[in-house]
Nanobody, 122 residues
Framework: QLQASGGGLVQAGGSLRLSCANS????????VGWFRQAPGKEREFVAT????????QYAESVKGRFTISRDNAKNTVYLQMNSLKPEDTAVYYC?????????????????WGQGTLVTVSS
């Protein structure tokens, strides 16, 4: 499974960097996506990156503020989150895609990891 980390409490306008690591199996050949779920809401897509980092896709709500990247040598995917807003508060999950490129549909992903909580105060 994948393990997300790096969450915490931050003030609006602040930044956090989330990491998604897998110590058991390599995901260097798979797309990796970030999703989030706020209290009382459904899980939603945040961002995805292709196997080699060449293709990225973002939800409209985070475009220009979040950046997804990966370091395959470290088997880790990152989500840099800047200009955070209270509405970004959620548990963030990462997941490995079924293929080398994936989109926003959760059914394209497997190996969902434990989430990390991000709380943005106003």
């Amino acid at each position: 499974q994948l393990q997300a980390s790096g969450g915490g409490l931050v003030q609006a306008g602040g930044s956090l960097r989330l990491s998604c690591a897998n110590s058991r199996r390599t995901v260097s050949n798979n797309a990796v996506g970030w999703f989030r779920q706020a209290p009382g809401k459904e899980r939603e897509f945040v961002a995805t990156v292709s196997w080699n980092g060449g293709i990225t896709q973002y939800a409209e709500s985070v475009k220009g503020r979040f950046t997804i990247s990966r370091d395959n040598a470290k088997n880790t995917v990152y989500l840099q989150m800047n200009s955070l807003k209270p509405e970004d508060t959620a548990v963030y999950y990462c997941a490995a895609g079924l293929r080398s490129v994936a989109g926003s549909d959760p059914s394209m992903y497997r190996y969902w990891g434990q989430g990390t909580l991000v709380t943005v105060s106003s």
